[in-house]
């Protein structure tokens, strides 16, 4: 484990030090990694998150719930709801 960990520059956490074990032959569960890593102070590096597309000012208050949560309507057009989601485009689509 140390071997493996230390020869893919410290950067293999448990998932992929239980692959290359599997692949050299050795028979061990996973969770067996983990333990055995954990208790050796071994961890893998995280990967980067995907990038925030809003970053909201701090004074920057968010708009007020004016229906309280309540989203049926007893009537038509007295209530309209909208739903902003991002959603990754190709350029020019």
Sequence with gaps: MHRIHRDNYGVYGARKVHAALVREGHEVARCTVERLMR???????????????????????????????QFTAIAPNQLWVADITYICMPQGE
């Design 39 to 69: 208790a050796a102070g071994l961890r893998g590096v995280i990967r980067a998150k995907s990038p925030r597309t809003t970053r909201p000012a701090p004074e920057t208050t968010q708009p007020a719930d004016l229906v309280e949560r």
